[in-house]
């Protein structure tokens, strides 16, 4: 950019304007903070209450199965049909005989949905299942 100094001759400006710059780092700064939330979410579930606090496990051996009231199946918070799902953990079963499959269901959800999981997982000899609850207030 050139512009004219007093003595009427030119001069060049070396300076980079950072305005625009930080201007577009903070939009995407915003826009990644509010997306991020809902991202992570996959079902929105009402669990039923009841049942205690849950007992120290290691983390790489769980796998939670979601399932909405109105039949939608996810595994770690990633939607897929249900024979997928189970094909996945019998997968991970033969890898880990630890495994421990939670089961999140709606407490609007019909039992039959629930039933398939288990037999899915009992099909391949998956028996440590779980089926989770919103732990009583004490």
Known sequence: MRRFSQRSHLVTLSEINITPLLDLAFVLLIIFVITTPLLEQSINLKLPRGGSREKNLNKSDIRTVEISNTGYYALDKKKMPLPQIISQLAGEFRGNQNLVVYIRADKESRYDLVAQVIDGC???????????????PK
């Open 122 to 136: 009992q099909k391949y000899g998956i028996t440590r299942y779980s089926l989770r609850t919103d732990p009583t």
